[in-house]
Structures are given as C-alpha cells and as structure tokens.
C-alpha cells in the first residue's frame, strides 16, 4: 500500500496504472473509516485492478458553525482497515495543497441542490463537487464509489458527471447499517449511550414509511406525518426535514406515481449530533 500527499505524484502514478491496461477505482472518504466505507472497498476491489482510497475532511463543505475542526480523525486505524481491504494506494492531502491561496474556482450542480441537505447546509454541496472533480482530476479513475447513505450526493455527483462529460463511473453502494439499523457513520462516535440507543428509531420510522408505501398510500403528506410522529416520540431527536423526493430528480412529490423510484430521506439532530438517514422506494 502507498501513500501519497501530493496530487501531481497521484496523478502520475494513475496515469502510469492506466497506461499498462489497468483498471482504477477511486473511493472518496473524510476518513474515520467503518464498515460502510469498508462496503465500498469491498466493491471497489472486486471490480478493479487498482483501488485508491482518498482520506481528505474537505473544508470546503463544513459550514461555519459545523464540526470540521472536531470531526473524527485517525489515520493509524485508517490505514489498517485500508490494508484489510487490500487499497493500492492512499491519497491524503492537506488542506493546502487542495485549496492553496488564491484558489477560486468552483463546481456547482443547480437546481437539485437547493433542497434537503442543500437547504439546511448552504454552500455544502458545491463543496463537495468541487472537492470530488478535483479528486477524479487527480486520481483519474475509471470507476468511482459512493454511499446510498449519502443519496443526494450520490444523486448530485451523478449529475456533475452527466452534464460535465467526465469519463467516469458512479457505482453506488448500498447503506450498511449497525445492527438496530442505525446508519453507520462517522459521526455516531459523537453520541453518548442514550443517544446512540435513541437514534435507532431514524431507520426504524423509515422503514415505516417503506412499509406505508408497498401497502398502497401514495399520500407523502401522510407517510411524512407518521414518519414524524414516530421520530417526535423521543425526546432527545429534533428533526430538520423529512422528505420524499423523485430519486432523479431529487424535487418533492405529493403524490406517489406507479412504476417510479423514491427516495424517502431525513436529517435529524440526535442531542447535538446531525444525522441524516435515507431508504429508497418505487411504488
Ligand atoms: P464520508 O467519509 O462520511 O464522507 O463517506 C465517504 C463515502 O462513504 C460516501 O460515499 C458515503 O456515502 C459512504 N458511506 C458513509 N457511510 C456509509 C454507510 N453506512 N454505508 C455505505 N456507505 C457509506
């Protein structure tokens, strides 16, 4: 396994990786990694000949009042979850070498990004695909893996890729879960014993909607409001925003239409720690 901090050393060597026929897989984490990101290198090993994890917590899409400075780091445990998962290399930037003085050019995706996580945390998705074309730029990967846990931007670089011709492949991941179903998540180190056991109830008033909606209601007003009620039963969880959304589009419906996909997506404060948790359904 090597590791390499600088992005014109990664760059060559991908180059030189493609150059003698072999295939690249990139997966792009903050680190702290568990067995969702494990889930990605998993698939990523299985479909290429070169997997390259990237480790980067990306300023860029932490707002001003979130956890960047607090959010969980350790590049030793990293690195051996990495070599469990046979990774080819470890990209690991600073912070300066991405964003050195005088950086100014963004990649924003419209539209799709004004809602959910982009209406509660402004700025963050043009963060992250900036963060990602400058990652692809770099590792130049024929494939490139991404989490269901984190579906609008798995939706939202989907659509950068699309619109910008970027000669790369989204394989999306399916959500790995702990097992009272909460999403696994770098962030649930943050939770106290309390908090942890309460945030089981996030995938448990999902799937209660997944329920709602392969028993026949096509009402989201009223898959939404039960999800709520549930969710509101405990005490130490404010929701943000429970939403259904076209799973392409990424805009609200109010009505369920037959033969279309749904992402059924929420974001909730469990004490003082933000998650946000998703299931897919087609009605
Ligand atoms: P992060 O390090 O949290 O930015 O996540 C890096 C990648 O891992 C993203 O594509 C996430 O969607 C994915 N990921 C994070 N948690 C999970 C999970 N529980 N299951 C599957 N993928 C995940």
Redesign the pocket.
Do not use: W
């Given at each position: 396994m090597i590791e390499i901090v600088e992005p014109e050393i990664m760059r060559d060597k991908s180059i030189m990786e493609k150059k003698s026929g072999k295939r690249v897989g990139v997966?792009?984490?903050?680190?702290?990694?568990?067995?969702?990101?494990g889930?990605?290198l998993h698939e990523a090993r299985k479909e290429n000949d070169i997997v390259i994890l990237t480790i980067f917590v990306n300023p860029a899409q932490f707002g001003p009042d979130e956890d960047f400075q607090r959010y969980p780091r350790d590049m030793e445990r990293d690195r051996k979850i990495a070599a469990g998962e046979r990774v080819d290399y470890i990209f690991y930037p600073s912070v300066d070498t991405m964003y050195p003085e005088n950086f100014s050019t963004y990649v924003s995706v419209e539209n799709m990004t004004d809602l959910l996580e982009g209406e509660y945390r402004p700025g963050h998705f043009r963060g992250v695909t900036t963060v990602v074309m400058k990652l692809f730029q770099i590792t130049q990967p024929d494939n490139a893996?991404?989490?269901?846990?984190?579906a609008q931007?798995?939706m939202v670089i989907t659509k950068m890729v699309r619109d910008l011709c970027i000669p790369v492949t989204i394989r999306r991941?399916?959500?790995?879960?702990e097992h009272d179903g909460l999403?696994?998540?770098?962030?649930n180190v943050y939770l106290s014993p309390k908090e942890r056991k309460d945030a089981a109830v996030l995938f448990k008033s999902l799937q209660t909607g997944k329920d709602l909606v392969q028993d026949g209601e096509t009402s989201t007003e009223i898959i939404i409001r039960r999800i709520i009620d549930i969710i509101t039963a405990i005490d130490t969880i404010r929701i943000d925003y429970v939403e259904i959304v076209d799973l392409h589009t990424f805009k609200k419906v109010n009505r369920l239409e037959s033969g279309r996909e749904y992402c059924i997506a929420l974001a909730a404060r469990v004490g003082k720690t933000r998650l946000i948790d998703n299931v897919f359904v087609s009605s």
């Amino acid at each position: 396994m090597i590791e390499i901090v600088e992005p014109e050393i990664m760059r060559d060597k991908s180059i030189m990786e493609k150059k003698s026929g072999k295939r690249v897989g990139v997966v792009p984490t903050m680190g702290y990694l568990h067995e969702g990101h494990g889930a990605l290198l998993h698939e990523a090993r299985k479909e290429n000949d070169i997997v390259i994890l990237t480790i980067f917590v990306n300023p860029a899409q932490f707002g001003p009042d979130e956890d960047f400075q607090r959010y969980p780091r350790d590049m030793e445990r990293d690195r051996k979850i990495a070599a469990g998962e046979r990774v080819d290399y470890i990209f690991y930037p600073s912070v300066d070498t991405m964003y050195p003085e005088n950086f100014s050019t963004y990649v924003s995706v419209e539209n799709m990004t004004d809602l959910l996580e982009g209406e509660y945390r402004p700025g963050h998705f043009r963060g992250v695909t900036t963060v990602v074309m400058k990652l692809f730029q770099i590792t130049q990967p024929d494939n490139a893996y991404f989490g269901q846990k984190d579906a609008q931007q798995l939706m939202v670089i989907t659509k950068m890729v699309r619109d910008l011709c970027i000669p790369v492949t989204i394989r999306r991941v399916e959500t790995v879960r702990e097992h009272d179903g909460l999403a696994m998540s770098s962030r649930n180190v943050y939770l106290s014993p309390k908090e942890r056991k309460d945030a089981a109830v996030l995938f448990k008033s999902l799937q209660t909607g997944k329920d709602l909606v392969q028993d026949g209601e096509t009402s989201t007003e009223i898959i939404i409001r039960r999800i709520i009620d549930i969710i509101t039963a405990i005490d130490t969880i404010r929701i943000d925003y429970v939403e259904i959304v076209d799973l392409h589009t990424f805009k609200k419906v109010n009505r369920l239409e037959s033969g279309r996909e749904y992402c059924i997506a929420l974001a909730a404060r469990v004490g003082k720690t933000r998650l946000i948790d998703n299931v897919f359904v087609s009605s």
